[in-house]
């Protein structure tokens, strides 16, 4: 609001004028991104929700979420991979959501030259298993106890890395609660981060 309100002060070229729709465009998308995020969470948290279980091909789904990412991994510089085979009983929807935002913050937090390694395998338990590991900056381990925490951000273990809205881990912990499943988290500062997401089979 501040930039557009400077911006007509007074009558500027046409480059600023376009410089400044371009900016405030970046904003409108980060707002808009804010709204649905929160309001997800508002309708994931409401008794009356429900979702759509169908049996999905696991490596399948992984390898699309790769594809989507391709391109910023290739701007950055890191290698996604894909490994293992199995079903899993998800939403359709919401499956790829959660795996979505998992590597897209893989990728913010590794740098160039680094890996993120998408992987699915059935656990003894029988349930679906799914992690994402990365070889990125890692977190402390004073932030882990909070890291699901809406707006939280380990911002002091990820200082040299583009800060988010806090809201992607509290998202996909709303999408494995709605599955009856669980999702963890290890990382070691330095070295990478695995987030496990586990998909109950249903009988």
Do not use: W
């Not at 007074?10 to 995020?37: A, F, N, P």
């Not at 085979?85 to 499956?95: I, K, R, S």
């Amino acid at each position: 609001m501040g930039e557009a309100e400077i911006a007509l002060t007074r009558t500027r070229s046409l480059t600023e004028y376009q410089q400044v729709l371009g900016s405030s465009l970046e904003e409108y998308g980060r707002l808009s991104r804010l709204i649905d995020s929160l309001l997800f969470l508002a309708r994931a948290e409401s008794p009356e929700t429900r979702i759509h279980h169908q049996l999905l091909d696991g490596r399948k789904e992984l390898e699309s979420v790769r594809e989507f990412h391709e391109a910023v991994a290739e701007e950055q510089g890191v290698d996604v991979l894909c490994q293992g085979e199995a079903l899993v009983q998800a939403d359709p929807v919401l499956f790829p959501r959660a795996v979505s935002n998992l590597l897209s913050n893989a990728l913010h937090y590794t740098s160039r030259g680094g890996k993120v390694v998408l992987s699915i395998q059935v656990s003894e338990e029988h349930s679906t298993v799914i992690s994402v590991h990365d070889t990125g900056v890692g977190i402390a381990p004073e932030h882990l106890p909070r890291i699901f925490d809406r707006f939280y951000r380990a911002d002091p273990a990820r200082s040299q890395c583009r800060p988010g809205m806090g809201l992607g881990l509290a998202i996909v912990k709303s999408i494995m609660a709605l599955h009856g499943g669980t999702v963890t988290l290890q990382s070691t500062l330095g070295q990478g981060t695995t987030v496990t997401l586990r998909f109950p089979t249903l009988t």
